[in-house]
């Protein structure tokens, strides 16, 4: 949900929906947030929001609650943030040109972090068991780009620290919603408790001694 509403913030901002569909998509997502919540239906949407802004704060964004007020609820209704006819998107005429904004990888990294956040969230508070689980979760059940690997395998690959570094820079520049979790200090891999190191690679170290271990048991 996270990733919905960043999308929502950055629609009120004044940019286009076909425009933060694309960043989402470039980046390997197999939908844009915008489309997807067409898809899910902005009534939903609307509800979950307002259901998570108790717990988590925020704002719902005011375009959504009158879109869903003016009956605009996406696919289901025939409008939403794009038009539909018998469920499917309405084609322009023309072919449609895309403007991207000049700072892509700073919405890349709105949508994207985020998501990555309160991944790593759920791992600190034991809502799920470990990454690996994470990771399968996010790809079969949200449609994570696959290519990446999961959202923390994503982390990994890109580098802890540069994560971190980009959320608190996110944080300066767009509020506390992108304030760096806990668990990224002490995030785990796998059920057996293998450690990432703060530039986001296995600690080798403790790696060989749990296999000395092994060794010496049989």
């Not at 939903?44 to 959504?64: D, H, K, M, T, W």
């Not at 600190?124 to 290519?147: K, R």
């Not at 580098?159 to 919603?177: C, D, F, M, P, W």
């Not at 059920?191 to 170290?205: Q, R, W």
């Amino acid at each position: 949900m996270p990733y919905l509403m960043e999308a929502m913030i950055l629609l009120e901002e004044g940019n286009l929906p076909a425009a933060i569909d694309k960043i989402a998509i470039d980046f390997g997502m197999p939908m844009g947030p915008i489309a997807l919540a067409d898809k899910v239906g902005l009534d939903v949407c609307l509800s979950v929001a307002e259901n998570l802004i108790q717990y988590f704060g925020g704002a719902v964004p005011e375009r959504l609650k009158a879109m869903v007020k003016s009956g605009k609820l996406g696919v289901k209704s025939g409008e939403g943030f794009y038009a539909y006819k018998n469920g499917k998107k309405i084609k322009t005429t023309k072919p449609e040109k895309i403007d991207l904004p000049s700072k892509i990888s700073d919405m890349t990294d709105r949508l994207i972090l985020r998501m990555l956040n309160e991944s790593v969230a759920c791992l600190a508070e034991n809502v799920i068991s470990n990454a690996d689980l994470l990771d399968a979760g996010m790809i079969f059940g949200t449609g994570f780009a696959p290519f990446r690997g999961g959202p923390i395998q994503y982390a990994k690959t890109r580098g802890i620290n540069v994560i971190v570094s980009r959320l608190e820079a996110l944080t300066r520049k767009y509020g506390q919603r992108f304030m760096p979790q806990d668990g990224w200090k002490n995030l785990t891999l796998n059920n057996n408790s293998s450690s990432m190191d703060e530039a986001g690679f296995v600690n080798t170290e403790q790696r060989s001694q749990d296999h000395q271990m092994g060794a010496e048991a049989h």
